[in-house]
């Protein structure tokens, strides 16, 4: 196919293109006789000897080969008295590491090892090339090549046709060093699609994958706050497995802001320290309209992780996330988390046992919480172990759980429990799977102040309280399946009743079981509460249908159900929940997927007396890996106004990207709040609050990644102020990333 698009006129940027010659091959040259590793291997189409001056000339596809450096060439000349060798017409030369050089005359000595190259085109193993006018190999594989160019980007057009490359290197001098795998420049310009060339000081980076040390990839960005900002990372290369990067962030607006990352690995783990720290003005009660207005502070922030495998059973695991104030992270964009969880975890995990110790801490960055009231989580201790029943079979699973949490300026509350599950799995003659399900637990309490819990029903009794729980559950599925449509359809009628006696709750402190409310996921869990401080003590009878499709390249998930109170006693689950009434609220979940295409998750919650939608959630997503929609919406709809943790919602998400060329796309995404004081008393959202937008356009191809993009806050907190702010990335491979 004949190539339509032309080249520059650039005599160096058409060397990089490959040339007409396969690189000698791997293993010894086949019907040449074994030869010592000092000694030359060699064949050729024809071969002539001048015993006089003791001249060898080689001649029609010439291959030589001496300790692991390879030479193919039209023609070569071996004076065996100087031991000069020279090679002429579509050579190529391949060093022991996988590096091809090519060129239209080379002067070697029999080591193959060193000598000059006119029109030098090397190949690295690694990834990328340089071309040169002449190059030079030195005998430990060192290559100087004059008035050179590198570039690590494809060369071809997926036709095949040649191109210039998206970026490239023009240097006076290019020095490649293959024993530590990284190219040295002098006088050195970079040229970006063909665009006049941008000088750059002297300077080295590695190739291929390798890291060392080095400046990364700058980045430019702007916001409201801050002004123009200039980010140099440095990567100081410690050892092998460890590393340090070290961020000036220069702004225009405010000082200067240092960032530090450090990462090891090792044979057992690997853990990553990662922080900040600047000083600038902070707004201490976050309402601040003017930030000129608040004082200079020190801030900053420290986020650690780590992971350990002691042998395969034991490991041990931390987090840890701390700021100086509650609006750093997102007046410097480093992130919006609303809390900051600091963990630390050691667990050993078995084929039928688990056993974990762990401890956690909160802070607080939403702006009406005291952190006083953070809990404090220290020890929580849970064991449990899965054993087969001996006497009428099935399986036995014990737990033990013990947790402590403490305020340090309210509720403080311990908790210990030890609880016994056993489940037996039978099927019918008629295809029904029954199981049957007995549950008992007991429970010791202790709290302390309970009086500086805000919601009543949490607080529980002063003092020390001790609970029993104990339920039978009997479920039973029949699965109707069949073939349609060239595919396969499953309906699977379900029916559960659970029996459970009063539970002693309101006097239990409520730590962890209180966003409750009904939907696909706990509509047959033995209880609906979530955690352990709630049970759910009503006898009940729960019934649904689950359905499925499998057609090629398409399937549909789909379940629903509703609950039915067998006892008449009040239950303690909220109003609004879906849970409150004898009869509960309609609630389901519909999955939709064709192919790698269109995927669609919707989630609902029906109130039972007037089909009032209370929970509607759907995520979906339309495209393929370069041009897709994702759309996700969510409104609570449950008219519960005085507990914080049921407060109803709406929202919306959408994001996208277009594919508009082959290496251009565009992309957005956007939250919108649309909660309005109908839904939340407590909301200061008009219906249609903007939360925070993005927009920006990208280049990508195979060695560079160019972008800007525009992102808007609508929101302000503190000094962390409403705004445009713009981001500049800029990536080329094996500069900087």
Known sequence: MACAIGLATSAVAQELQDRPVAPPGAGPIAGAPPAADDQVQFAAGALEYDSEGDIVTAKGDVRMIRQGQRLRADQVVWNR??????????????????????????????????????????????????????????????????????????????KGCPKEPSWKITAIKVTYRPDRQRVYYAGGRLDLFGLPALPLPRFSHPVGGSSDSGLLSPQFSYSRVNGLELATPYFIKLAPDRGLTLTPHIYSSVLPMAEADYSQLSGRGAFRLHGYVTESRRSDDLNTVDPSDTEMALRGYIDGVARYQFTPEWSASGSLRLATDRTFLRRYDISRDDRLRNTATLQRIGTDSYFSISGWAVQTLRVNDKQGLQPIALPEIDYRRRFADPLLGGRVELQVNSLALTRTDGQDTQRAFASLRWDLRRLTNWGQEVTFTAFARGDAYNANDTLSTAVVTYRGTEGFQGRAIGALAADMKWPFVGSFLGGTQRLTPRVQLVAAPRVKNLSIPNEDSRAVDLDDTNLFALNRFPGYDRFEDSSRATYGADYALDLPGFSLDAVVGQSYRLSTRATILPDGTGLSDRFSDYTGRTEVRFRDFVSLVHRYRLDKDSFRVRRNEVDATVGSRSTYALVGYLKLNRDIDQTEDLRDREEVRVGGRVQIARFWSVFGSAIVDLTNRDEDVLSLADGFDPIRHRLGVQYEDDCIRLGVTWRRDYRQIGDARKGNNFLLTLALTNLGR
Request: glycine share 12%; charged share 25%.
């Open 81 to 158: 008295k100087t031991g000069k060798v020279v090679a002429t017409g579509n050579i190529a030369v391949t060093n022991p590491q996988g590096d091809i050089a090519y060129g239209d005359r080379i002067d070697l000595t029999d080591t193959l090892k060193d000598g000059v190259v006119d029109n030098m085109l090397v190949v690295l193993e690694q990834g990328g090339r340089l071309a040169a006018v002449k190059g030079t190999r030195s005998e430990d594989g060192t290559v100087t090549l004059e008035t050179a160019a590198y570039t690590p980007c494809a060369v071809e057009t997926s």
